[in-house]
Every structure is written in structure tokens, then in C-alpha cells.
């Protein structure tokens, strides 16, 4: 998968803010898909396409134990979206430095 698919995945699947909300739960550590859906008061089937949308974009990670299945967050699924980041904290420092220089000259 391309690091522009792996950040689109990301960000579709962070988008949602119940999605948001399962996986900031899930890094506090692991759950089964019935607690879940008791936290967060939505139906089952609604939660396992949240958890399905956060295992195909890498976020989190599934287990069977018997009966039931446990989900828990994967820390190295938010790579992508730290190289990202770390690209375009490089690019806004640069600029914002040379609109202070423009407007200083400006000022002059």
C-alpha cells in the first residue's frame, strides 16, 4: 500500500468522531466488541463496521477468545499519519519565516 493510501485510510477512518472516540478507548487498552458496545451505546453491527474501518486503515488489531472478539489499539498503524505531520511541520516553520521577512521589509 502507497503512503498516500495508508494516510487516506487514516483519515477517513479518524474522521468519524465514534471511530475517534473507540480508538482513543482502545489505547487505554484492550476491549471486547460487547463492551464496546455498551460504552458507547451504539448497536453491535454499527460497532463492528467502526472496528472494520479501524483494522483496514491499521489501528487497531483483533483477537477470538472463544465467543467473543477483543480489539485493541495498534500504535504502529499511526506511522503514516506521524510522517505526515512531521513533513508538513518542517514546511510551515520555512514559510512563516518568510512572511516575517516580507513584512518586515514591508514595515521599512
Do not use: C, N
Amino acid at each position: 500500500m502507497s503512503a498516500v493510501a495508508a494516510e487516506d485510510r487514516i483519515f477517513h477512518a479518524l474522521a468519524d468522531p465514534t471511530r475517534r472516540a473507540i480508538f482513543e478507548s482502545l489505547s487505554r487498552g484492550e476491549a471486547a466488541v460487547k463492551d464496546l458496545t455498551a460504552r458507547f451505546h451504539v448497536s453491535q453491527p454499527a460497532i463492528s463496521q467502526h472496528l472494520a474501518v479501524l483494522k483496514d486503515a491499521g489501528l487497531v488489531r483483533g483477537r477470538r477468545e472463544g465467543r467473543f472478539v477483543y480489539y485493541r489499539a495498534e500504535p504502529r498503524g499511526l506511522k503514516p499519519l506521524i510522517d505526515w505531520i512531521a513533513h508538513y511541520r518542517a514546511f510551515w516553520p520555512e514559510h512563516i519565516a518568510r512572511l516575517e521577512d516580507l513584512l518586515d521589509r514591508m514595515e521599512k
